[in-house]
């Protein structure tokens, strides 16, 4: 079992940028393929972006392509989400997600049900 904390989640201005950090524990990072994802007030919560087990892949909805850019260092089991040109509708809370997978390849998972592990999340807020 993995087990994973959020970090550098804060206040911004439109246009500012963020950087977020996702650490693990309980077991070495480079077994899983690795997502974050987001959730606003009432809605649903959905991926913002997602990176292979050896980082040669990485996914990115069109909500945040050009802006966010998910990056991950094995070594110390740490996955990072760097966050440009942020807007207002970027606010939610943010949260790092685990699944693990057996073959070292370029696959992504981009579901929500597909991640078997979660961290508690980091509120990021937009201001305009």
């Known amino acids: 079992q993995v087990q994973l904390v959020e970090s550098g989640g804060g206040l911004v201005q439109a246009g500012g940028s963020l950087r977020l950090s996702c650490a693990a524990s309980?077991?070495?990072?480079?077994?899983?393929?690795m997502g974050w994802f987001r959730q606003a007030p009432g809605k649903e919560r959905e991926i913002v972006a997602a990176?292979?087990?050896?980082?040669?892949?990485?996914y990115y909805p069109d909500s945040v392509k050009g802006r966010f850019t998910i990056s991950r260092d094995n070594a110390k089991n740490t996955v990072y989400l760097q966050l440009n040109s942020l807007k207002p509708e970027d606010t939610a809370v943010y949260y790092c997600?685990?699944?693990?997978?057996?073959?070292?390849?370029?696959?992504?998972?981009?579901?929500?049900?597909?991640?078997?592990?979660w961290g508690q999340g980091t509120q990021v807020t937009v201001s305009s």
């Open positions: 309980g077991r070495t990072l480079s077994s899983y393929v």
């Open positions: 990176i292979s087990r050896n980082g040669g892949h990485s």
């Open positions: 997600a685990a699944k693990r997978r057996d073959f070292i390849d370029l696959y992504v998972y981009t579901r929500r049900a597909d991640y078997d592990y």
